[in-house]
């Protein structure tokens, strides 16, 4: 069985929380942990140290040994420039799987938030765009589907749902924003 590495998506979000500061493994652990992402994403630390090593082979973190007084050495990694870019794409690229906003776009919206109102507003309105393109998809898709395809039908019209349901929650965001009431940052 060969082992296929899988693009990297929301493991991405990890370099956010070393964007602004270098930070040890633990550390980074502790801030999924205990932070609003603890709602969006949860992660075992085994599984983190791995994806943080995974992140290390890509050029996109670079870790140090650093010494401590009275304390065995730790390893602190801080963001590469190439890091600091595939964070800044990421962040900038809608979510185009509806399968994957929960996690994704979630995260993105954490992120957003610190760096302002201009920039959660950005992503919200980016996000909102390639949701109607893929109502549009798949508006298209069911026009073309045969009649008799009953179960086909019924596949695109719960995507549709789940689509403009995210629709409906971006809205909401977007008002929450406007209201001074989006506060991510807990």
């Known amino acids: 069985m060969s082992t296929v590495k899988r693009p990297l998506t929301i493991e991405l979000s990890l370099l956010g929380l070393v964007r602004q500061q270098p930070m040890h493994p633990y550390e980074i652990h502790q801030r999924l942990t205990t932070t609003a992402l603890s709602d969006v994403w949860r992660i075992k630390q085994a599984h983190l140290y791995a994806l943080l090593h995974r992140l290390e082979d890509e ?13 065995p050495p730790r390893r602190m990694l801080r963001l590469t420039e190439q890091g600091r870019a595939a964070f800044d794409e990421w962040m900038r690229a809608p979510v185009t799987h509806g399968r994957d906003f929960r996690l994704e776009f979630l995260a993105k919206l954490y992120f957003a938030h610190q760096e302002g109102a201009a920039a959660t507003q ?41 689509i403009q349901a995210i629709l409906a929650w971006l809205d909401a965001c977007r008002i929450a924003l406007h209201a001074g009431r989006l506060n991510v940052a807990r």
Not at 59 to 71: A, D, S, W
Not at 125 to 146: F, M
């Open 122 to 162: 950005s992503l919200i309105d980016q996000q909102r765009n390639a949701c109607q393109r893929l109502l549009d998809d798949l508006d298209h898709r069911e026009a073309t589907l045969p009649t008799d395809h009953v179960y086909r039908h019924l596949v695109v019209q719960f995507r549709r749902g789940q």
């Open 59 to 71: 050029g996109l973190l670079v870790g140090t040994t650093e010494n401590q007084i009275n304390r």
